[in-house]
Every structure is written in structure tokens, then in C-alpha cells.
């Protein structure tokens, strides 16, 4: 099954979170889970924070990517087109929020699910939890912006 990341043109799909293209990478994959969306991601070593818990930058890169994906998947139903289909929606960050509720352990995949809460205009606000091991450790709410021409280098 392909995920939303496989369907971003090549132009866009360098993101360190996201980007298929980016070798370095997080290089994340999103899925429908009916009306939800989910990313599953095991962190390394070097993802530490303090011994033996993940590092917030990291969770926060993943709710920021998990959601602009979510984002232009969202778009793409609400216009009920393919996901393969042009003109392509690409989404940027206009702002991302992250509480941590709890130390997220390093060691098992973390999982995140997202949800639409808002789609207007060029505008789609996305909410997401991450998971470790079922306990929500995460919880995130990202406004993303269809990208401006300006954008594009
Ligand atoms: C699936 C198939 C694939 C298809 C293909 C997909 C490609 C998918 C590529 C993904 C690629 C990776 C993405 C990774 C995530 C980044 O890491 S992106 C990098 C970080 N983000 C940036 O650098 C963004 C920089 N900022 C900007 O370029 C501009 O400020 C923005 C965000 C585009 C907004 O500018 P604008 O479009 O002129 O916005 P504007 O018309 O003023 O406002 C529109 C609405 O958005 C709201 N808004 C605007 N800015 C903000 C803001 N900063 N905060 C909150 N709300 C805002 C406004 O209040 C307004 O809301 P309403 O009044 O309509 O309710």
C-alpha cells in the first residue's frame, strides 16, 4: 500500500521529516485508518533526550509531518480525487503546538494518529496523538497552509 509521502512530487519530497527522497531523513509513512491517520516510526539510539526517553524535537517533527501529510490526504478526499492526480495539494507548516504528557521510552515503535478538525480555504488544522505502547505520550495540533508559489526555490 502507498503512502500518502509516496504520492509528493519529487520537488517536495525532500522534507527531513517526510520526504521519500531525503536519505538522511525521518523519511515517515502515513496511512488512513478510516476516518484517522497513522504513522508508525521506531526512533534510534541517537534519538535520546534523557537516557532511555525520546527526544521532543523528534516527536515534534513527527507530528509535523504526520500532519501535513494528513493534511493534503484530507484534501484530496474532500475533493474526492486520487491522490495521484493534478494539480498536486502540497502543504506547509503554518504553526505546530506540541504538549508532552508523559516521557515517551526509547526503545518501542511509537505510533501517531491524526484527525482533521478543520478544513477552510487553503487551510487545514490537524490534531495528533503519539503513542508509545498504547499510553498517549504526545499530543500535537499542527495549522497547515497550501504552499505559496513564493515557496518553491
Ligand atoms: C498526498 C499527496 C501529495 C501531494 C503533495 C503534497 C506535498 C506536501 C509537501 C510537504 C512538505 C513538507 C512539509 C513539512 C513541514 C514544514 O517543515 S514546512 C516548513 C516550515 N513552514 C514554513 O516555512 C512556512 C512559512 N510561512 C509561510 O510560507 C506563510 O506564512 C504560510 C504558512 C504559507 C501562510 O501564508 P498565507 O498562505 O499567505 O496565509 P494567509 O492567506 O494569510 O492565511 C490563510 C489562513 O491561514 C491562517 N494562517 C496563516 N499563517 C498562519 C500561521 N503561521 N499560523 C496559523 N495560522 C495561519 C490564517 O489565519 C488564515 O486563516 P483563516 O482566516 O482563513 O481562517
Given at each position: 500500500m502507498q503512502a500518502f509521502q509516496d504520492f509528493y512530487p519529487e520537488n517536495v519530497a525532500h522534507c527531513y521529516g517526510c520526504g521519500r527522497l531525503n536519505a538522511d531523513g525521518h523519511q515517515i509513512k502515513t496511512f488512513w485508518d478510516g476516518d484517522e491517520t497513522v504513522t508508525r516510526f521506531q526512533?534510534?539510539?541517537?534519538?535520546?533526550?534523557?537516557?532511555?526517553?525520546?527526544?521532543?524535537?523528534?516527536?515534534?517533527?513527527?507530528?509535523?509531518c504526520h500532519c501535513t501529510g494528513t493534511a493534503a490526504a484530507a484534501m484530496y478526499r474532500a475533493e474526492n480525487r486520487a491522490m495521484?492526480?493534478?494539480?498536486?495539494f502540497r502543504f506547509v507548516t503554518g504553526s505546530l503546538q506540541v504538549s508532552y504528557l508523559k516521557p515517551t521510552p526509547l526503545g518501542p515503535q511509537l505510533e501517531i494518529r491524526g484527525r482533521v478538525k478543520e478544513i477552510k480555504g487553503r487551510k487545514v488544522v490537524v490534531e495528533?496523538?503519539?503513542?508509545?505502547?498504547?499510553?498517549?505520550?504526545a499530543r500535537g495540533e499542527v495549522v497547515a497552509l497550501q504552499m505559496p508559489d513564493s515557496f518553491t526555490a
Open positions: 526512533p534510534k539510539p541517537e534519538h535520546t533526550a534523557i537516557p532511555g526517553f525520546v527526544y521532543g524535537g523528534l516527536l515534534a517533527s513527527l507530528i509535523d495521484d492526480s493534478l494539480p498536486a495528533a496523538t503519539l503513542y508509545a505502547e498504547g499510553v498517549a505520550t
